[in-house]
């Protein structure tokens, strides 16, 4: 899979440029407003022809190592942080957003999506049924940066696996994860 500089670097040079100023702004602040940058700046490539598939797969990566940073200041001292990893289930991979291991032991699976609407999350909870079936100590989260499904549905998932409006991610992980979960 191709990371969010090598998505850059594909850009012609009349927009390469902000779009890698926004990045890096974001990557270096790891502020919410910067993130919010960057998929506007993506967003914009609908004028320039780009298809809604490269789009979507770019905000994706850029949301994805948005999340890995995030999850790398809480965890830095509890585990490794990992974008994009294969877990094997029975000589089956699943490829995880990003993942939370400690030495080679899975501590929990983070599922990112941009935009949450109903068929994203029964496949992210498809995912968790899966993993959690062979790895029934882990913990699993779903972040996601915009919600296009209904109250009632979210009310109904966050029964079985939390989450997380990117908003709240941090303070989410410092007061569910960071000590109770993570330290295990």
């Known amino acids: 899979m191709k990371t969010a500089e090598e998505y850059i670097e594909e850009l012609p040079n009349s927009i390469r440029g902000s779009i890698l100023r926004a990045y890096y702004r974001m990557i270096t602040s790891?502020?919410?407003?910067d993130l919010n940058l960057?998929?506007?700046?993506?967003?914009?490539?609908?004028?320039m022809g780009y298809t809604a598939?490269?789009?979507?797969?770019?905000?994706?990566i850029i949301f994805e190592e948005y999340v890995a940073l995030i999850?790398?200041?809480?965890?830095?001292?509890?585990?490794?942080?990992?974008?994009?990893?294969?877990?094997?289930?029975?000589?089956?991979?699943?490829?995880?957003?990003?993942?939370?291991?400690?030495?080679?032991?899975l501590i929990m699976v983070i599922e990112c999506k941009v935009d949450l609407d109903a068929s994203r999350?029964?496949?992210a909870l498809g995912e968790y049924i899966l993993i959690n079936r062979y790895y029934s100590d882990i913990s699993f989260l779903v972040v996601y940066f915009n919600s296009l499904i209904s109250?009632?549905?979210?009310?109904?998932?966050?029964?079985?696996?939390?989450?997380?409006?990117?908003?709240?991610?941090?303070?989410?992980?410092e007061k569910e994860y960071s000590l109770k979960v993570l330290k295990r």
């Open 71 to 105: 999850l790398k200041d809480i965890c830095k001292s509890l585990g490794n942080v990992m974008h994009q990893v294969k877990i094997s289930l029975k000589g089956y991979d699943v490829t995880v957003d990003v993942a939370v291991m400690r030495a080679k032991s």
């Open 151 to 173: 109250e009632k549905l979210m009310e109904i998932a966050k029964e079985i696996i939390p989450i997380v409006h990117i908003s709240n991610l941090k303070g989410y992980l």
């Open 121 to 123: 999350l029964k496949v």
């Open 38 to 47: 960057v998929m506007k700046e993506i967003l914009e490539l609908r004028s």
């Open 30 to 33: 790891k502020d919410l407003k």
């Open 53 to 60: 598939q490269y789009i979507g797969k770019f905000r994706s």
